[in-house]
């Protein structure tokens, strides 16, 4: 059976996801803005769920069609099939977004949606009303972009970045897809010490120990398409323990993770120890603008207070930034990666970056700054 599919992400994550996608095997058919189309197979949908680094969600996708108008909404929403999934006493919620269209009010769309899901399934079933009171939720969701509908089943649940190690955290912590992001572009490996010193629950250095040791992130917890009859359990169980058969037993990879803060630290340590990758990380006390070069190929992988959050006024912000500069600035070969908010970081920090990439941590507009060779 194809699946036609949808991944979303954080802005920023595309190329990332796309490339991960491609790794499954599916075709990807459009990528937009925190956003890819793909098609594969039952089994793909299940392997997207489960190992997809980046995406926030997997969800179904029921069709496309143009609407400029509610009676657009609905007979486009009415033509898909819906019974193809959507069983008689099963419960089928409707949310979603409106974006430059001419829809916009999404409760309005949204009652619409339902009224041709229930119109479509009536006709199916030859029921008037649905009693919706089975334990299986189908959450339509429609994403209304620029005139055009795209409507969708969720398949994941809690959003993929919910691994379920990290019930502890400090504050302003990164969420895990970007993590994710972060630790996969300073390419973690098996012969380079990888080392966080800002690391606050540990979430980098857990991130870059899955992808050392190719341990799948989704590997822990469940999603909503479990319960899905197109779904079988079956399917799962063979994705799971293919992703499980693939994890580097053997690795030889090495991180430290070390924070100002010694009771986040213990937090850290949970959280890595729920991951599984605890073997591979050394947490410690340390002030980062402490750091030294260790007689190892190393690469420094962080996320710094930022500047004007709750974490730090901005001057005490600057201030840092400053030492960090000079710190990080002996530590060349080793190659630096640095992920902040902050506007002027390379002036205060002294040093160009050599590679700059935008990302997104929510809403917030970040930069990766990324130093490889030594600061002139
Ligand atoms: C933005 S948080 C890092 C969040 C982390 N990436 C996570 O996902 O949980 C910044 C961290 O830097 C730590 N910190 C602040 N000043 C520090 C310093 N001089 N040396 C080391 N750590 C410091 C704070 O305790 C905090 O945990």
Redesign the pocket.
Known sequence: MTVKMVATCLFGLESLLGAEIDKLGCKRTETMDGRIYFEGNEHQLAAANIRLRFAERVYINMGEFEAYSFNDLFEGTRALEWENYIGMCDMFPVKGHAIRSKLFSVPDCQSIVKKAVVSRLSEKYGLKIFPEDSKVKYQIEFFIFKDKATLMIDTSGVPLHKRGYRIA??????RETL?AAVASIARPSENTLFWD????????AIEAAMIATNQAPGLDRDFAAQSFAAFPESIWKEERSKALSEINMDSQFQAYA????AD?LEKARENAERAGVADYIRFFE????SIKKLDCRGTVAC????AGER?MEQKDAER?YRDMGKAFGDLAPWQIYILTSSENFERIYGARADKIRKLYNGMIPCRLYQYFKPKR
């Open positions: 955290s400090g504050e302003a912590p990164l993590a010193p800002f690391c606050g629950s540990g979430t980098i070390s924070d100002i803060d986040v340390a002030d980062a603008r996320n710094p207070p930022y974490l840092l």
